[in-house]
Every structure is written in structure tokens, then in C-alpha cells.
């Protein structure tokens, strides 16, 4: 196949679409960029980037209340002092939106810049190789036929909605939903303790509202390592968080000038509203996709290998909608992965086991690699070792007290096979680790490597120095 003809025709503008769009184009090809809602999709519109600037907000409000652990206390133009930051959620919400819209202008441009034609709409397979698009703004109905070589769908995923608790976008609300709030919740009831959920609780909690976090297991972040769940569960609860294990929703529903959240042992939990952060389910349906023999789970995620292909010859997914790794850049590395084996390019497939993921608590969590989870179960032989921030000098300095470093090493080899960052900006922590996962450096390569004192990164190094292995 050619690549400077080959005709590609992607559903869906979010990470893994727009990303695969630029290859695709560089790669010679023809570019189609099927899409609904904006470029970035619900990553940069609705998701990621807007709950990361809430986040960030609250982080920013945290800051206030370590000053004077720091020696700084602020004082008002009357020279009183202010104990409190006050969040204006309605001011903070137009400033989320106002730069997610700016992402997406942003990727626009570039997608534009290199040729790739936009066409605002709704896509569904007819074939393998054509595409109808219901063109968005058009009363008539009319619809547009594009044809293709090559198809990405990259269609993403919507948040889970259930019968017994169905969102009204007023005080019943799915984290795509909370930006058009304009006041603060009096009291805001979470309900799930997953990745969202237990960011968005503590953003909110941050940001002073009231809190109760609804979890149906053990502890929050339940799919975690076990060691930095407890940490993060401490710190909710230290900060005034009310946090409710083993409890299963029932169901949510309004009352009044609020919300009753009932769970399954007949307790109700009331608040001002209610947070469902209860998962996703992948937006497959009504593409055409079982009609054209795509595969699908029987969760409706789009089965692909480790290149991103799906059941039908030329026709590739990435995202959200395949259900590997609920991730943006794992959804971007799909979708670009995708468009260099369809058009000839070099490339190597998707490695899921160098995939490192943050976690936007408060302190974040990051994590590469093996999980300590592997190690108890006994999949995987490993030396660990854990070093508490409390011990580094630059944590003393910046007031950190809570955070770790662990790091998983390979028997006999001494290689580095998985790490976890409990810490501030653990999303940066984490690359130094995630370097050594991917080129299979081994502890010692790590220990004799320079870092700067003081450093946070001074305790990844020092947990490498005690993993060292002398002989007998």
C-alpha cells in the first residue's frame, strides 16, 4: 500500500484519534478526523485536563494551609491574619472550561496545519472501507460518504450510568457533568473510590466543601498498591474526610434541596449532591462495527492485538473503546501505533508492562511496571525496598511529610522492574523509574547515577543503593 494515496478515515478526536491523525499525515497519507464534541475529546474537554485544573486549584488552597508550618503567615491589608482561602467555584469552573476549549483550539490547529480535514459529525461503518458520517448542524439529515483504506476507531467511552441512580446535571452529577456547578456543594457525596472518584473527592475537599466518599471495598483505591492506598486513605481522613468502606450504593435520588445516596445495608447518606464515579462503558454501539464482523467483548469493547488491530483487515481501534488501559497516552501510543503499521512505518507493539500512570491525589500517586500485588501473589520474584519521604532533607524542606518511594527489583539480575511514587508531582518522580523499567537498567546502573542534594529524586536513588546485592 502506498502511503502517500492511502485514505484514513478516523472516528473519533480524542488522544488516540488525533494523535494517530498526525502520523497518519506525516506518513503520507489522506486524513479524515471524524468528530462530535472537539478535538481532545472527553481527555481534554470533560476529563482529564479540566479535573487536573480543578485539582491543581485545590492543590494551590493546600498551599495556605502548610504556610505557617513554613514560617510564612498571610496577612490582609489591614494587617489582620487570614486563616482561610475561600474557592469561588463558579470563577474556577469558567477558567477549567475556558482552558480545556483552549486545548482543544490548540490541537485544531495543528491537526489542521498538517493537512488533516476535520468534518464535524457522527460516523458509522457501512463497509470496512467506507464510512457515513451524520454531519453535524445539518437539519435535513443529509449525510456524507467517506471512503478509506484504513479505518481507527477511537469512539472512547462515556461514564456509567445506572438505573437506581440516574444524573439531572443539577445535584445528581457524573464527572462530566460537575464544570457547570457555580457554588460550592455544601456537602458532596462520592460514590465509587476508583481513580476518579477518589481524585475528585479530595479536589473538592480541597476546595472546602464538605466530603463523604461512598466505597464498596476494603479501602479507597482498591486497584492500587496497597501501601500508597493506606496513604492516601490516612490523608483523606486527617483532612476531615468521611470515608465509607465495604459500603454498596443502592441508589441516589433527590429530596428536597438535596440528595440521598442509599446503600445496600439500608443506611441513606445525605448531601447537598451526589458524585457518580461509578466506571465507564465504551461507546461502540451504533458504529456498525458487529455488522462489519468487528469483535467485540461482551463489556462492548472493540477487541484489538497488540497493534492496535481489530478482527477486520484494515480496520484498527484505540482508547478507551478497546478497554487495554484506560489511559490518554496509552490511547495515544494505540492510535499511533495503529497508523505506522497500516502505512508501512516501523514500529514496535504496544508494551503495557512500561506504562506509567498517576494518580492526582494529593499527595499523587504514580506507578511503573510490576505491582506489588504481582509480588504477594507470587507471579513475579522480586527484592523491594520502600524509602519514606519523611527521611529525605528536600521533603523536610518543602513540609512533606506524608509519601514513599518504592522500587521492585528482579531477583539474581538485579534489574529494575517496577517502582511507585508517593509524593507531589509523583507524575514527574516517576520518569527516572520508568527510564530504568524500559531499558532494563539495573539497580546498580540507578545507585551510581548523579542526582542533585538535596532532591526528592535522591530517595529513588538511595532505595537502588540498598537493593544492591553484595556476594556471599
Known amino acids: 500500500m502506498n502511503a502517500r494515496t492511502t485514505r484514513v478515515v478516523i472516528l473519533g478526536g480524542g488522544p488516540g484519534g ?243 445516596v442509599r446503600l445496600e445495608d439500608g443506611r441513606e447518606v445525605e448531601g447537598s449532591h451526589a458524585l457518580l464515579a461509578v466506571g465507564s462503558v465504551p461507546q461502540t454501539a451504533g458504529l456498525g462495527l458487529e455488522e462489519v464482523g468487528v469483535e467485540l467483548s461482551p463489556s462492548g469493547h472493540i477487541a484489538v492485538d497488540r497493534v492496535s488491530r481489530t478482527s477486520v483487515r484494515g480496520v484498527y481501534a484505540a482508547g478507551d473503546c478497546t478497554g487495554v488501559l484506560p489511559l490518554a497516552s496509552v490511547a495515544a501510543m494505540q492510535g499511533r501505533i495503529a497508523m505506522s503499521h497500516a502505512l508501512g512505518d516501523a514500529v514496535a507493539p504496544l508494551r503495557l508492562g512500561d506504562v506509567s500512570a498517576n494518580i492526582f491525589t494529593d499527595p499523587e500517586i504514580a506507578t511503573v511496571g510490576i505491582s506489588q500485588k504481582a509480588l504477594d501473589e507470587g507471579t513475579v520474584d522480586a527484592d523491594v525496598v520502600m524509602m519514606p519521604l519523611s527521611r529525605n532533607p528536600r521533603a523536610k524542606m518543602m513540609g512533606i511529610t506524608d509519601g514513599f518511594v518504592k522500587l521492585f527489583a528482579q531477583k539474581g539480575s538485579g534489574a529494575v522492574i517496577g517502582g511507585v511514587v508517593v509524593a507531589p508531582r509523583a507524575s514527574e518522580l516517576i520518569f527516572p523509574v520508568t527510564l530504568a523499567v524500559h531499558h532494563r537498567l539495573n539497580v546498580d546502573q540507578v545507585a551510581s547515577t548523579f542526582t542533585v542534594y538535596p532532591s526528592l529524586t535522591g530517595s529513588i536513588a538511595e532505595a537502588a543503593r540498598r537493593l544492591h546485592t553484595t556476594a556471599p
Not at 42 to 65: G, H, N, Q
Not at 163 to 168: K, M, N
Open 18 to 260: 488525533y494523535e494517530a491523525a498526525l502520523v497518519a499525515a506525516h506518513l503520507g497519507g489522506e486524513v479524515t478526523i471524524v468528530d462530535r464534541d472537539g478535538l481532545g475529546g472527553a481527555a481534554v474537554l470533560t476529563d482529564c485536563v479540566p479535573s487536573k485544573a480543578l485539582i491543581s486549584t485545590a492543590d494551590y488552597m493546600s498551599e495556605f494551609e502548610t504556610a505557617a508550618d513554613l514560617g510564612v503567615h498571610l496577612e490582609d491589608p489591614e494587617g489582620d491574619e487570614v486563616s482561610d482561602a475561600v474557592a469561588e467555584l463558579g470563577e474556577v469552573n469558567v477558567r477549567v472550561k475556558d482552558l480545556a476549549a483552549a486545548q482543544s483550539r490548540d490541537i485544531t490547529d495543528r491537526v489542521e496545519e498538517v493537512g488533516v480535514r476535520i468534518v464535524r459529525g457522527t460516523g458509522r461503518l457501512v463497509s470496512a472501507t467506507r464510512v457515513e458520517v451524520a454531519v453535524e448542524g445539518d437539519d435535513s439529515g443529509a449525510t456524507e460518504t467517506v471512503d478509506a483504506d484504513v479505518v481507527l476507531i477511537a469512539t472512547g467511552a462515556t461514564p456509567r450510568v445506572m438505573d437506581t441512580a440516574q444524573p439531572d446535571g443539577e445535584r445528581i452529577l457524573t464527572w462530566q457533568q460537575i464544570y457547570e456547578l457555580d457554588a460550592l456543594p455544601e456537602r458532596l457525596v462520592v460514590v465509587g473510590s476508583g481513580v476518579t472518584g477518589a481524585e475528585l473527592a479530595q479536589a473538592y475537599l480541597g476546595l472546602g466543601s464538605e466530603v463523604v466518599l461512598v466505597s464498596s471495598r476494603d479501602r479507597v483505591l482498591p486497584g492500587e498498591d496497597p501501601d500508597a492506598a493506606t496513604v492516601i486513605e490516612d490523608v483523606f481522613t486527617r483532612r476531615g474526610m468521611e470515608v465509607l468502606g465495604r459500603s454498596r450504593m443502592a441508589g441516589v435520588e433527590r429530596r428536597g434541596d438535596g440528595v440521598v
